[in-house]
Structure formats: C-alpha cells, structure tokens
C-alpha cells in the first residue's frame, strides 16, 4: 500500500523554484515547505532568496526563516522537524511540496541518512580549533584524504558542514558519507513525486548574476551588517554563499564590486554541484523553469494514479 503522497521540488539555486511551488500549490491545495539549509535562517530573507511576504501569503509556508543564526542544523535535525511538518499538513487534508536545493536535506526527509550518534563537545571543539588554526584548505584537504565523496560536496570555505564532517569521523570511526548510505528504518514511507527544475549553467549564469545584483541592492548587505552587530562572523547562519563576501566587504577587506564577484563566482561552483548531486538522484522527472503547464500535467497524472 503506497504512503502519504508528498512532492519534493528540487534544483539548483536561481532555476524558479519558488513560483512553480505557488503554481503548484495554488493548483492542487499544496503547503510549501523549506528543504534548503540557508532558507531556515532568521534575518537574512533576502540574502537568502526566501519567499517574499507577498508569496507566502498565496498559500501556507513551513521552515523558513524560524532559526536563529547561531544554531547549527545537521540534516537529522531537519529531517525531524521536516516529517513533523509533512504530518500536520497531511492532517489538513493539503498536498506537502517539499521546495529547495539541498540535495542532502531531501535524502534525509525520505530516509536516506543514519541517525548519526551526538558527537562529544571536546571532539567537536577541538576540530573548531584545528579550523581556525589551519584554515579552510588545511581542513578540506584532510576531509579529502578520509572522505573524498564529502569534499567534492562541501566547498572549504563552508565551514559549517566541513568541520560536521570531521568531526563526525573523528567521533565514530566512521565517514559521513558512510552514515548517509546506511539509511533510516524508521523513516515514513512516502509516495513521492520528485520534480526538478534545470537551466544549462550557461543559461543559468546571467540569471545568478541579475539575482545577486538585485540582493545586494534590496537589503542583503544591510541583513549581514545587522547580523554582524549580534553575531560573530563564522555563525552558523552567516556560513552560507553571500555572507563571508559581504561580511569581509562590511569589515573593509574588500570592495562591494569584489565582494559581488565572489559572491557569483561561489553561487555559480555551488550550483553547479547541486545539478551533479540531483544527476545522481532517481526517478526525477526534469522540466524546464517555464513549463508550468508540464508540471502541473505530471502532478495531476501522478495524484490519479496514473503512470509518469
């Protein structure tokens, strides 16, 4: 017997992700929830490419902008919160569209990751202190020595997610990517219909570039200068693209100009792993941004039980 019906909408940053989950939702009586690890940060809504107020009140949102940016969250914490979420909209009689590109975040949602076992303070302190003694590359080239499947994903400069790798081996004997090929028993058996937006990088580049220059002009640089004024400048949510480019421009290291190109040059090396990771993922059906028509065909057929 097949489970809860649930759409994962996937792809890489800039694709229109966000309009084709209110065509969606608006359609079939959908509740968008967030599955990007950036997204789930307070304070930095444009920054970050969140739904603007005007969209989310076109239909319910979940997991947006409801964590404080000296939080981590490990993609076990999100699944749970996440699957919480799916449940309550399901009782609502409405269809969850989980929307976001972090390819992870979705894995963990359908049960695709271990629960991973808590990792000591001091292990987890002492790999903080090897980061900011040798730096990014140091700590990225050891990541790449005991687990070079997570390297290729993690850039060095996010330091959030290369120091979770380390210390993860370092706690458990055990690689991350080890811990996420295990899978999780307890995960709910959903029907999933996974959908994914796809632009040729090429294409997708100029649109990354409009993007960034309409951020840095609507309020993103004013987000990080108001988040500096609380927060050290390596918190968890100031960790993403954007924020140590604009952070170095805001402590006088770099030119706003600079501090653009950098922030598009990462934005681009990060979607471009993103559709690497979603290639590998199966079973999704790909559409081009624009073919709403052809995204709304493909849920209706899969809500009537028809075949893809």
């Not at 969140?50 to 000296?70: K, V």
């Not at 706003?256 to 690497?276: C, E, I, P, V």
Request: hydrophobic residues 45%; contains cysteine; glycine residues 10%.
């Amino acid at each position: 017997m097949a489970g809860p019906k649930v759409v994962c909408l996937m792809g890489a940053t800039g694709t229109g992700k966000t309009g084709a989950a209110l065509a969606l939702a608006e359609a079939f009586g959908g509740a968008v929830v967030n599955v990007d690890s950036r997204q789930v940060y307070m304070g930095l809504a444009v920054l970050t490419a969140q739904p603007t107020p005007e969209e989310r009140a076109r239909c319910p949102h979940f997991l947006y902008g409801d964590t404080p940016l000296d939080r981590a969250v490990s993609a076990g914490a999100y699944a749970r919160r996440a699957r919480c979420v799916v449940a309550s909209i399901l009782e609502r009689g409405m269809l969850p569209l989980l929307v976001g590109g972090t390819g992870l975040y979705f894995r963990a949602i359908r049960g695709g990751l271990a629960p991973i076992p808590a990792v000591p303070a001091e292990v987890r302190n002492e790999i903080v202190r090897d980061y900011d003694r040798l730096g990014p590359a140091a700590m990225h080239a050891k990541l790449s020595a005991i687990d070079p499947d997570a390297a290729a994903r993690i850039a060095p400069a996010d330091r959030q997610r290369l120091t979770r790798a380390l210390e993860v081996a370092a706690a458990t004997g055990r690689t991350l990517t080890s811990w996420h090929a295990q899978g999780d028993p307890e995960a709910p058996d959903y029907d999933v219909l996974a959908l994914g937006l796809h632009l040729p990088l090429e294409t997708l580049a100029p649109r990354l570039a409009r993007r960034i220059e309409a951020m840095a002009a609507g309020g993103a640089v004013e987000e990080v200068r108001r988040a500096l004024a609380r927060h050290p400048a390596d918190a968890p949510g100031l960790s993403g693209i954007g924020g140590p480019e604009l952070a170095a421009h805001l402590a006088g290291q770099t030119s706003l100009g600079a501090a653009k190109a950098a922030w598009l040059a990462n934005t681009r090396a990060y979607a471009k792993r993103q559709m690497t990771w979603f290639r590998k993922e199966p079973d999704v059906r790909w559409f081009a941004p624009d073919d709403t028509e052809g995204l709304l065909a493909a849920v209706a057929a899969w809500r009537n039980g028809e075949a893809a």
